[in-house]
Each structure stands twice: as structure tokens, then as C-alpha cells.
């Protein structure tokens, strides 16, 4: 891409200008006419609603950088994970599956040269998405620069995920897909000097260390081909790695880095699911980028357990929320959910098996078994006064008799639902998957529209109706459940009522659209970014509001997590943009949004 191109040997078969005017004067006028017209079109088709906006360069969809780079150095952590001796030693690896990665079938829709030709009505979305990025990027660099989070109240800095400049890195990605090529290499030098050892905590989450940091630098390597980022990823992913250095090789919650130097480290007696279990999309890419299967086969390990396991728990298909990792037990706890502290568990399945080309079978039986259990426990229709024909999902507890009880409880988390079935539904020939994936997405859209603010509040109750085919409304049944007067009907509680500028909605609506390639999504998500641009923003970029359930001024708290960078504003984009930016036969995208190359 950075190719110098004011070299003077051309190749031997160039001919100059001159040349093919003569040619192109042979040709007649009306055939001459034609060729204009369709080159024209066609590049208007492919480029042409790009607007010309200064931060773009000439790298296609992806922009392009106003100077041609060098390589970034990268400066070495001051511990190198890499050398330590692990205390309980892997003796043989599993490895990559081997094998050409198989033909899947397709994901995304098969948009015609007319949906390309209606992006371009899109491009001032596409801007006004843009626009808010910049804002906030921008007051990140002047009033926390290498800080994990920018306050938008107060413009400082926080450190809130060790203090490895979470926002920069989760950010990176988004700088380059949305053609902010200078922005990109000025913190891409800036990430090259990260020291993982200095750090002012005595641990670290491990989970969120991999999805936000490990897949940030993975994902933006792999649009970038920077080599520093992948550098920077092996330096963390073998700090990361320690944490399996216990002894059933099973990680903790808490990477703790003094017991992870001594071989002390433990696996926790109740962890919450998604922890452990989604780990693996980024421990897999690094891998596959790296050709060392210890990360893959450190993964493989815990895959291997929920295969184990998944028919002997209190919900069989399904895994608790809470696992016992330190004796692997799966079958004490009763409470199921694909929501908060388990949801990542449930959306790496299907995306596993993509990002291993279909060949590790087990994904696709954990998938099938799993949704087909949430199917029959935890999604339900919600009984609304316009009967209208969406889904939700709850959390099934099991009683000690082994009756399963849905308490009917709809959470912002659990939005991410949609993408879910409907890509797992394309990916294994379900299309009743892609169905209900629509109908859960469109119940997250209902809940956005139902709202004063036009945002869904964190966690609220609904009337389930007895089965998912819907009922009547019942008036009467609703007045005596509701619990406060500013809840819209079919609402009867909002225990948790603020936002936090979470993604999963659009990333469930943005998903729909380009798997169904349905307009009412990308209609949908645009409703969606005005009501949230209007309650969230601040002078210096956008904050979580403690009540979305509000008509007039929102109260703002002083928080901007980097999930707002790294995949609100990104599925924003992602979603007025060309469908072959980040086209979904192309790549995976992790649950914090960053999208990995899917091996051909
Ligand atoms: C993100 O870090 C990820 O999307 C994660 O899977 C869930 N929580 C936040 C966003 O809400």
C-alpha cells in the first residue's frame, strides 16, 4: 500500500497515454460512449459515495495514511512472560485442527449493485457516525492520552482496566476502518511503548484483558499487517497465557501477577461462565498468526470440558452461570442465562467453528445443543398491546424438584442474542435460526422505541407470554403488575434503568442487516444512534445517563467505557458503510468487536 510510486523503470509492457488514445480512436464513438458509461458507473458503484473528507488517503474503503511509513519499533515490556517456567508444564499440545479450511455457507446477504448503489444515500449517517468518533477521540488525546478511559464530564483520565491505555487499543480498528490512518499510526507508536509490567495493580481480569487488549492489537494487525501489533500481542498473549499455569491448567478470574511468577496460581470455585469460555477466538488467532500452538491448545481444554459436561448440568444443553473451575464441577448451580456473565460463552460457539474453517466439529453440536435449550427455557414473547411478534430472552432457574422457572427478565446484555442465532443459523443451514435471531433483535428495537429517551434501560421485567406464538393483551393483568408509572406498557419493572453506551443492540441490528440484508434494521439502527447521540452527549464526547426512562435533560455519569469506540460507534458505522467493509464471509468479529481474518 505504502509502495513508492515515482519510480522511472516501468515494466516492459507499459505503453504510454499516447498510445491507448490512439487505440481508443479506433473504436467507434458509440461503443467509446458505452465504455465511458460503464466505467463511470462502476466506479461510482465501488467508490463513489466515499465522501472526499480530508482524513482520507488512497487506500480504498479503508482510506489511507497522508505519509509513507516505516516500520514501528516496537520497546519491550520489561518482563518477558515468554521465558517463564511454567510450574504445572503443558506435555503434549493440541493442535491446530490441519486441513484446508472447508467451503462454509455463505453469511452474508448477497447485496445487488442496487442495495450498493443506495449506501450512498447513507453516506451522511455514515459521516455523522464518523464525527461523534472524532469528538471523543479527540478529547481521548487531549485529556487522556495512554489512560484506559476518558471522563467526558470532567475530562481526565481514568485507569480502570490496568492501566494499558484500554481506550487506545480497543479504539485502534475503528481508527482504521473508518480511514483514520494518521490517528491509527500515531497510536499505533504510542501502543509500541506499552509496558505490561508497568502497571499500578497487582492484578488483572483476564477475560477482559483478552477480548478489549488482546483482540484490539490482534484485529488491528490483522487490517493493518503492522507488525509492532503483533509483537505487542505476543507479549501480552504469554502474559495472559500464564494464567493457565495452574494445576488443572484451568485459568483464574484474576491474573495475579506476583502468584503467577511463582506457579501460585488457582482456578476459582465460582467463576462467572463467560470468563473462562471466551477465551478462545483470540487465543486461537494467536495461534493461527503465530504458528505456536499453545495458546490454541489452552483453550482446546476448556472446549473439551463444556463438551463434557453440556448434557450433565441442571439444564442440560446449557452451562450456569457460575462454574466451580478449581474441581470443575458443572452441576451444582441452578441459575441459566445467556445474559451477564455468561453471554460470550454462548456467542464464541458458532464463531469458533468460523474461525477454524468448520474443521473442529465439536462447536457446531455445542451450538446445536445449547440453542436448542434456550429455545425451549429462556427465550420468550413478551404479552404487548400491539401483540407485536418479538422475543427476549430471561434467565431459567431450576428448582430442586427439576422444574425450570423463567424469570422474564430482558437485559441490554443479552441483546447481542439476534447476531447470534441468525449467524449461527446461516452458518449450519437453520433458518429458523435467522428468524428468531430477527425476532430478537427487533424485541431489543421495541424496547429502544418504547422508552421516553429511545434507549432500552440496562435490565427491566416483561409479562412472558405462555408460548412464543404470543397472546393477548391483558390491560388489566398489566395495571396490576407494573410497578411504576413511567413504565411503558407491556414493561412492569426496570430494575436497572441507566445506560452505559453498551453496543449490543446494534451489534444484533447491524448483524441482521447485513445477514438478511433487510433496510428495516439499517432504518432501525439510525432511530437508535439519534436517541443516543441526544442523551449522551457532552461537551467532550458521550456518557453513560442513570435514566433512560426520563422525558426531559438526562443525568450523566462521568463514564465513556472503551466499548463505545471499539464497537457502539463501530457497528454504527459498520452498518451505513458498503457491505464489503468488514464483509462477514471475510471476518469474525470477537465480542468487543474486533474483527479477525477468517482463514481461507
Ligand atoms: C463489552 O466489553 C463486550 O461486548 C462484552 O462481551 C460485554 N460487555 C461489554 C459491552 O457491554
Known amino acids: 500500500m505504502f509502495a513508492d510510486s515515482s519510480s522511472s523503470s516501468y515494466p516492459s509492457n507499459y505503453r504510454s497515454p499516447r498510445f491507448w488514445l490512439r487505440r481508443m480512436t479506433r473504436i467507434p464513438r458509440p461503443v467509446r460512449l458505452l465504455i465511458f458509461v460503464v466505467v463511470v458507473l462502476l466506479l461510482y458503484l465501488d467508490r463513489g459515495f466515499v465522501s472526499p473528507d480530508a482524513d482520507r488517503g488512497g487506500g480504498g474503503w479503508t482510506g489511507g495514511s497522508s505519509r509513507s511509513r516505516a516500520a514501528i519499533p516496537m520497546v519491550k515490556s520489561s518482563f518477558a512472560w515468554s521465558k517463564l517456567q511454567h510450574r504445572y508444564p503443558v506435555e503434549s499440545f493440541t493442535p491446530l485442527p490441519t486441513g484446508k479450511p472447508r467451503r462454509l455457507p455463505r453469511v452474508q446477504h448477497k ?13 451522511s449517517r455514515r459521516q455523522e457516525v464518523r464525527k461523534v468518533f ?17 471522563a467526558p464530564l470532567s475530562a481526565k483520565g481514568k485507569t480502570t482496566f490496568g492501566g494499558w491505555a484500554a481506550t487506545m ?32 495493580e497487582t492484578a488483572c481480569n483476564i477475560f477482559e484483558t483478552t477480548i478489549r487488549h488482546l483482540g484490539g492489537l490482534l484485529s488491528a494487525y490483522d487490517l493493518s499487517q503492522e507488525r509492532v501489533l503483533l509483537d505487542k500481542a505476543i507479549e501480552l498473549g504469554d502474559m495472559l497465557y500464564a494464567g493457565f499455569d495452574t494445576p488443572n491448567r484451568m485459568p483464574p478470574f484474576w491474573l495475579d501477577f506476583k502468584k503467577a511468577k511463582s506457579g501460585g496460581l488457582v482456578a476459582e470455585e465460582h467463576q462467572p461462565s463467560a470468563s473462562p469460555c471466551s477465551l478462545s477466538l483470540e487465543f486461537t488467532r494467536l495461534s493461527q498468526l503465530t504458528g505456536d500452538p499453545k495458546y490454541y491448545d489452552a483453550i482446546a481444554r476448556i472446549t473439551d470440558l463444556l463438551d463434557k459436561h453440556q448434557y450433565d448440568t441442571m439444564l442440560p444443553g446449557m452451562w450456569p452461570t457460575f462454574i466451580n473451575m478449581r474441581d470443575l464441577i458443572f452441576n451444582q448451580e441452578r441459575t441459566f442465562t445467556i445474559g451477564a456473565l455468561a453471554d460470550s460463552l454462548y456467542e464464541y460457539l458458532p464463531k469458533m467453528y468460523e474461525m477454524l474453517g468448520g474443521l473442529e466439529p465439536v462447536y457446531e453440536k455445542l451450538y446445536k445443543g ?5 429455545k425451549e427455557h429462556i427465550l420468550f414473547r413478551p404479552m404487548l398491546p400491539d401483540k407485536a411478534d418479538v422475543l427476549f430472552s430471561g434467565t431459567a432457574r431450576v428448582n430442586h424438584d427439576g422444574q425450570v422457572s423463567l424469570n422474564p427478565e430482558g437485559q441490554h446484555l443479552s441483546c447481542f442474542a439476534g447476531g447470534m442465532f441468525a449467524l ?19 424485541g431489543c428495537i421495541y424496547a429502544y422505541n418504547a422508552f421516553p429517551t429511545g434507549i432500552m434501560p440496562e435490565i427491566f421485567n416483561m409479562i412472558p407470554c405462555d408460548t412464543l406464538n404470543g397472546c393477548e393483551w391483558d390491560e388489566e393483568r398489566w395495571v396490576k403488575e407494573v410497578n411504576s408509572k413511567k413504565l411503558p406498557k407491556g414493561f412492569v419493572r426496570a430494575r436497572d434503568k441507566f445506560y452505559l453506551l453498551r453496543p449490543e443492540a446494534i451489534e444484533s441490528v447491524f448483524l441482521l442487516y447485513r445477514i438478511t440484508g433487510r433496510k428495516e434494521f439499517q432504518e432501525a439502527a439510525w432511530q437508535m444512534f439519534q436517541s443516543i447521540q441526544k442523551a449522551t452527549e457532552t461537551e467532550y464526547g458521550n456518557a453513560g445517563i ?16 472503551s466499548f463505545w469506540l471499539a464497537e457502539t460507534l463501530k457497528y454504527f458505522y459498520l452498518i451505513f458503510s458498503p457491505p464489503d467493509l468488514i464483509n462477514l464471509d471475510e471476518y469474525v468479529l470477537n465480542t468487543e468487536a474486533h474483527p479477525f481474518k477468517r482463514p481461507k
Open 111 to 123: 447485496f445487488t449493485g442496487r442495495a450498493r448503489f443506495e449506501v450512498s444515500r447513507l453516506e
Open 134 to 150: 472524532k469528538k471523543c477521540w479527540g478529547s481521548y488525546k487531549k485529556y487522556a492520552w495512554m489512560k484506559d478511559e476518558l
Open 169 to 200: 487499543i480497543d479504539s485502534l480498528d475503528t481508527l482504521w476502518i473508518m480511514g483514520l490512518k494518521d490517528e491509527f499510526y500515531e497510536a499505533v507508536e504510542a501502543v509500541a511503548t506499552i509496558d505490561w509490567e508497568d502497571t499500578p
Open 370 to 374: 445449547s440453542m436448542e435449550t434456550i
Open 424 to 442: 449461527g443459523g446461516r452458518l449450519f443451514g437453520l433458518e429458523d435460526h435467522v428468524e428468531i435471531g430477527a425476532k430478537l433483535a427487533k
Open 546 to 561: 442513570d435514566d433512560v426512562t426520563v422525558t426531559g435533560e438526562t443525568k450523566k455519569r462521568d463514564s465513556m467505557e
